[in-house]
């Protein structure tokens, strides 16, 4: 029997150093990923000098020890994808740098991937499956957007964020309130000791797919500016009632006019448990099936890349049918890019 091939999944757009070993079939083999939480606490956001310089004390440890536990030959590596953008330029070139010379050392074909794509196929990891035509919502702490696949390789995209993504509104909240960082699970916490009594604004409820969550987030800092001891527990129900509505509102729309047969929710924001038991409600009331990956696919990590990287390798193996698998011509250097749009495909 062949032996399993894989690819080699990086990830480094942000604060998480991750690299996985990923099958054709979405079967996570080997994974190592390091956390920077503890470099960016005290500073309540990214800091993307450190992350930088923190992704390149972390990722040849990281891939020794995937090569080593995994045991595999080199020879069932079929290809090296890589997080291209969008991201921290800093945090990407370490990664696109590693890709590249491990595809040179290797001789092995290497895949630029946009790391927006990698989350919308997060769900598909380890043998889940997704029914298609599926709507899907990926909230993070970089990124909010709502798209519609047709299939694992057919996206378009219905809405974005205008501004701040939802986890950014959850982790500058958790700061004008002292909640500490990253504020989505503290905010969760003390949402569950309150109650959604401060009428705080919808935005865009009504309008199309976009999102914007900046007023929402300087209509909390009002609220704190006129009563600097507000409930905490009040204000974290109150604020993220108010965002969960506009999700809720939004994927019950894409729901409607694209008449998909499931709903996935993806991204660090997805780990939150109200959110996921509303869309739990909601995709009951529609009678369509909810997908959340299991938790430990939400954050950022290396086997959402290798996946996507697997849906691109296929791509142009199939634009040049008469190369064989991992002898595809010398693909043009990846380019890191911060500001990668999301590719309709
Ligand atoms: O996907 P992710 O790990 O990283 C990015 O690609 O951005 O998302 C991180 C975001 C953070 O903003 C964090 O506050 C948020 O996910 N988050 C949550 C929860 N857990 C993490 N937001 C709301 N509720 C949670 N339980
Ligand atoms: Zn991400």
Known sequence: MAADRYILGIETSCDDTSIALVSEDGQVREIETTSQFEIHAGYGGIYPELASRAHVAAILPALDAVLQRSAIGLEQIEAVAVTCGPGLIGALLVGVNTATALGLAWNKPVIGVNHLQGHLRSAELDGHKVDYPAVVLLVSGGHSLLAHMQS??????????????????????????????????????????????????????????????????????????????????????????????????????????????????????????????????????????????????????????????????????????????????????????????????
């Not at 939802?166 to 002292?178: H, Q, S, T, W």
């Not at 991204?267 to 009951?284: H, I, K, N």
Request: aromatic share 6%.
């Open 152 to 345: 694992p390789t057919s996206m378009r995209l219905l809405g974005q964020t205008r501004d701040d993504s939802v986890g950014e509104a959850f982790d500058k909240v958790a700061r004008m309130l002292d909640l500490g960082f990253p504020g989505g699970p503290i905010i969760d916490q003390f949402a569950a000791q309150g109650q959604d009594t401060m009428a705080f604004p919808r935005p865009m409820l009504h309008a199309g797919y976009e999102f914007s969550f900046s007023g929402l987030k300087s209509a909390v800092r009002r609220a704190i500016e006129l009563d600097p001891n507000l409930s905490r527990p009040d204000a974290c129900a109150s604020f993220a009632a108010a965002c969960f509505d506009v999700l809720i509102k939004k994927c019950e729309r894409a729901l409607k006019e694209t008449e998909a047969t499931s709903l996935v929710v993806v991204g660090g924001v997805a780990a939150s448990r109200p959110l996921r038991a509303r869309m739990q409600a909601l995709t009951e009331r529609f009678g369509v099936k909810l997908n959340l990956p299991p938790a430990q696919w939400a954050p950022d990590n290396g086997a959402m890349i290798a996946l996507a990287g697997w849906d691109r390798l296929r791509a142009l193996q199939a634009a040049q049918p008469n190369t064989k698998n991992g002898s595809l011509p010398l693909q043009a250097p990846i380019v890191a890019d911060p500001g990668l749009a999301l590719e309709e495909i």
